[in-house]
């Protein structure tokens, strides 16, 4: 397994969750395919490896997952974006529309030193509200973003455009919603 388009087809699609008109992007196939999340996590590493990354940002509950492995390959730490109450300490919030409601994030007051260079990571970019929440965030506490990534993009949402003018790369992307 050597390209993107191979991870692609390791995602599963499901339609109609959590509602219906929703086409359900499920990266748990990914996962739990050895070679597939191996090489995942390495095309990451490549594209980060060289960017001088002080921190890796996750955002709840997806990007844990990668964006975790990422920092322990970059050799940096990992701080979490969590729903809000989650957090024990201290901690900043924003609030964000989705596509079928509201919602917010927090990250503890801490977390970011003022000029750090930030990479923050979720597994899906959709309409780029969770993540535009996430730089607010970041850029509150001071933190420099590097850039945005995600495992999965759907292009047809235009959440990249969303993020503009940060730097925003996706090692997939499905068309259609």
């Not at 801490?110 to 930030?118: E, H, K, N, S, T």
Request: charged share 25%; glycine share 10%.
């Amino acid at each position: 397994m050597t390209t993107s388009a191979e991870l692609l087809d390791k995602i599963r699609t499901v339609p109609d969750f959590p509602k219906k008109g929703i086409m359900f992007r499920d990266i748990t196939t990914l996962l739990k395919d050895g070679p597939a999340f191996h090489k995942a996590v390495d095309l990451l590493y490549d594209r980060y490896r060289s960017a001088k990354i002080d921190i890796v940002v996750g955002v709840e509950s997806r990007g844990f997952i990668l964006g975790s492995v990422l920092a322990y390959r970059l050799g940096v730490g990992f701080v979490p974006l969590r729903k809000p109450g989650k957090l024990p300490a201290p901690a900043a919030q924003e609030r964000y529309s989705l596509e079928y409601g509201t919602d917010a994030l927090e990250i503890h007051n801490d977390a970011i030193v003022a000029g750090q260079r930030v990479l923050l990571h979720d597994d899906l970019l959709a309409t780029g509200g969770t993540m535009l929440a996430g730089c607010r965030l970041v850029e509150r506490l001071g933190g420099s973003i590097v850039g945005l990534c995600f495992l999965v993009e759907l292009t047809s949402l235009k959440g990249r455009e969303r993020l503009a003018p940060r730097d925003v790369f996706s090692l997939t992307a499905f068309e259609g919603d």
